[in-house]
């Protein structure tokens, strides 16, 4: 008998784990099925102006070799484009400021760059200061995981986990740095936190040496991420992949030793089952069989994001944009709502890829929502456009209006990484690992950027190659 192979949802993850296990022609058939009528999840794009821009993720890490190696493999390595614009901005005491230099994820390695830079005030000074000359040594010992917010806190001040660390590293998973797990997130942080003497110079110890020839920063496709997507989808048929969008699955369950993909068009076998789903619809389909890993994949909460992106004038920007774009901190003083600003970052999408330059017009996308923040679920289109508009022009300046918008909303999309956050994936997988031939993958388990979500769908198809 043919030995066959479900993937169950059909974004990046997903398709990552389908293009791992159709690798070998005589390896098992896979089939993948995706609840929408689109394959990619969040990875899409969309013409604006003649040219095709991403609407979701813009963007990868390079840093990590994942997604390129993926692109690489698909036959699109010509179509990758290097970021070609550095730095960013935060806005902090009234005004943008660019992120000073010796930053490790919105933490201070260096006291002067950051002490001169203007954003923290006296306050905020002493604690770097402090941290430079006193150190305030930990009051625990050697332990698995911390929460970020706090520890930073405690060994460099409240005002620059406000100001730097919880927009950045908080801003990339949408949520909050103050219940946020080091280990999962950031693990130089947590060694260099249990180091004697103060954290910037244990964190800047901590940090690799840069290579002699370093990869971009960043990498995008010309063209978009949606090229990565549609490479995928065609090489997958032409491996044999048989490839069902619209097929939600709505059940697991055991026949005999094998697995039924329950649907809307009737059971698929399977020998194998490859979980690609957000947390808590893996723990719907689990449940029956395995608790426990229901339990844990129920307690992971996700964040909603809505993401803007404007076309206007040169004219309608007062002057240079400095480097890729800015962070707006969490606790920024808003001028007229006391919930604060409803835009949490601003990237400028043309100067950040030189593929989407194109004269006469600036390309700004706005990010909303974070968790606790869940404003924009309740504002219509037309009221998140003006919102967000109505920000932009207080935080950069900007006049006139916008020649045309685009929003997209991801929602439940972030998985939030508390405290302890890889025991309870390590209790995921071995718990899932007792039913045999079932994996999980996924952005709720260990990272959320495309390269993780690749490395997670590939490793979940190849524990059960």
Do not use: N
Not at 107 to 136: K, M, N
Not at 202 to 229: C, H, I, K, M, N
Not at 319 to 346: E, I, K, N, Q
């Amino acid at each position: 008998m043919t030995r066959r192979v479900v993937v169950i949802g059909g974004g990046i993850s997903g398709l990552a784990a389908a293009w791992e296990l159709s690798g070998d022609p005589s390896g098992p058939e896979v089939v993948l099925l995706e609840s929408s009528d689109r394959l990619g999840g969040a990875l899409r794009s969309q013409f604006m102006g003649g040219r095709m821009v991403d609407v979701g993720p813009d963007g990868f890490l390079g840093r990590r070799p994942e997604a390129h190696q993926l692109c690489v493999e698909v036959g699109l390595e010509r179509a990758l484009v290097p970021v070609s614009a550095q730095g960013a901005g935060v806005w902090g005491r009234g005004r943008l400021h660019a992120l000073p230099e010796g930053l490790a994820l919105g933490i201070p390695t260096r006291f002067w760059p950051t002490a001169r830079s203007g954003l923290l005030g006296w306050r905020g000074v002493y604690g770097l200061a402090r941290d430079a000359l006193v150190p305030r040594p930990d009051v625990r010992g050697p332990i698995g995981d911390r929460a970020i917010g706090p520890l930073v806190a405690r060994k460099l001040g409240r005002r620059v986990v406000d100001t730097l660390v919880d927009p950045l590293i908080g801003g990339i998973h949408a949520g909050s740095v103050d219940d946020m797990s080091a280990a999962a997130t950031y693990p130089p942080l947590l060694a260099a936190a249990q180091q004697r003497g103060g954290l910037m110079r244990a964190l800047r110890a901590e940090l690799p040496e840069p290579p002699s020839d370093p990869p971009p920063l960043f990498w995008a496709l010309d063209g978009g991420l949606q090229t990565l997507v549609d490479g995928l989808r065609d090489a997958l048929s032409a491996r044999g992949v048989q490839i069902m969008c619209g097929m939600e699955a709505t059940g697991l369950d055991r026949v005999g030793p094998r697995w039924s993909v329950s649907g809307p068009h009737g059971p698929t076998e399977a020998d194998g089952v490859v979980v690609a789903l957000p947390a808590p619809a893996a723990a719907g389909l689990l449940h029956p069989h395995e608790d426990e890993a229901a339990a844990l994949l129920s307690a992971i909460d996700y964040a909603s994001v809505t993401l803007v992106t404007f076309r206007l004038p040169p004219e309608s920007v007062p002057g240079p944009l400095h480097g890729t774009g800015f962070l707006v901190p969490r606790r920024s003083a808003h001028p007229t709502d006391p919930a604060g600003w409803a835009v949490t970052a601003c990237t400028y999408l043309d100067q950040k890829w030189a593929h989407l330059h194109q004269e006469g017009e600036i390309l700004l996308r706005a990010s909303l929502g974070r968790y606790g923040d869940e404003r924009a679920e309740h504002w219509s289109d037309d009221e998140v456009v003006t919102r967000v508009w109505d920000d932009l022009v207080a935080l950069m300046g900007l006049s006139g209006a916008p020649l045309e918008s685009v929003v997209v909303r991801f929602r439940d999309a972030f998985p939030q990484y508390r405290l302890h956050h890889l025991l309870r994936t390590a209790g995921i997988e071995s718990a899932v690992a007792r039913l045999g031939d079932v994996a999980v993958a996924g952005s709720a388990y260990r990272g959320v950027g495309i390269p993780a979500c690749i490395a997670s769908g590939r490793a979940a198809a190849r524990s059960l190659l």
